[in-house]
């Protein structure tokens, strides 16, 4: 199947400073890619939608303000958690479909964010 | 809005054993159902996808699934259960959100334990 990085793989940051996570689709072109957030032992909670070149599309009760989303590419997308705060904690996982057809989504292996 | 439950938080079975995990799906009109595993602080796996055709689909590492349209299920199955099968399954659906995009709704987890 194609393949989806994440980076980095784990993040220790200061409350207050912002984080920057990548996620890269390494042998395909993501037409649309998907930034999820999952708190431990739960399910993954879809956070927004990229397409590229457009903005990104949030879900209901999510900050676009916190939580900035850049698809400036078919191969790259980046989630920046804007001034940090211990409540951001979490693994988050980036998601990319090629738009060939293929139905499923293929993951990255997430982030896990710690804010101290 | 379609959705998918999984009523078990933990499947434990001996190693040789076969393993079922359950899901069951409520949706309007023909699903597209998906397994996808993961691994601790990794992100997730793609197994297999029910789109149409033979109600039993086949997938990666040995995993099938069986479409029950009758009985609204996709429960995830293999003959044999392996040590190393010791992991967190999910059960998604595509769906079209409020914000117009195909997202996967995931159930919430089944955690399997494969013991020696």
């Known amino acids: 199947g194609a393949v989806v990085s994440q980076h980095p793989s784990w993040v220790i940051c200061k409350s207050g400073t912002s984080v920057k996570i990548e996620c890269r689709s390494l042998d395909f072109q993501a037409t649309t890619m998907f930034w999820y957030r999952q708190f431990p032992k739960q399910s993954l909670m879809l956070m927004a939608t990229?397409?590229?070149?457009?903005?990104?599309?949030?879900e209901q009760g999510v900050e676009k303000d916190k939580f900035l989303i850049n698809h400036a590419s078919l191969t790259l997308s980046t989630l920046t958690v804007t001034s940090a705060h211990p409540e951001d904690s979490s693994f988050y996982i980036c998601?990319?479909?090629?738009?060939?057809?293929?139905?499923?989504?293929?993951f990255g292996q997430g982030t896990r964010l710690t804010v101290v | 809005a379609q959705s998918v439950a999984q009523p078990e938080d933990q499947v434990n079975v001996a190693e040789g054993n076969p393993l079922t995990v359950k899901c069951t799906y409520s949706?309007?009109?023909?699903?597209?159902l998906f397994w996808y595993v993961q691994y601790p602080n990794r992100g997730l796996q793609f197994l297999l996808k029910y789109i149409t055709g033979d109600n039993l689909v086949k997938g990666s590492y040995g995993f099938e699934a069986e479409f029950n349209k009758s009985q609204t299920s996709f429960h995830l199955k293999k003959p044999s259960a392996l040590v190393s099968d010791s992991a967190l399954y999910f059960c998604?659906?595509?769906?079209?959100?409020?914000?117009?995009?195909?997202?996967?709704?995931f159930g919430t987890g089944t955690r399997l334990l494969v013991s020696p």
């Open positions: 998601s990319a479909r090629d738009g060939q057809g293929n139905t499923e989504a293929f």
């Open positions: 949706v309007s009109g023909n699903p597209y």
């Open positions: 998604a659906v595509r769906d079209r959100g409020s914000t117009g995009f195909q997202k996967l709704v």
């Open positions: 990229s397409n590229e070149g457009s903005k990104a599309t949030y």
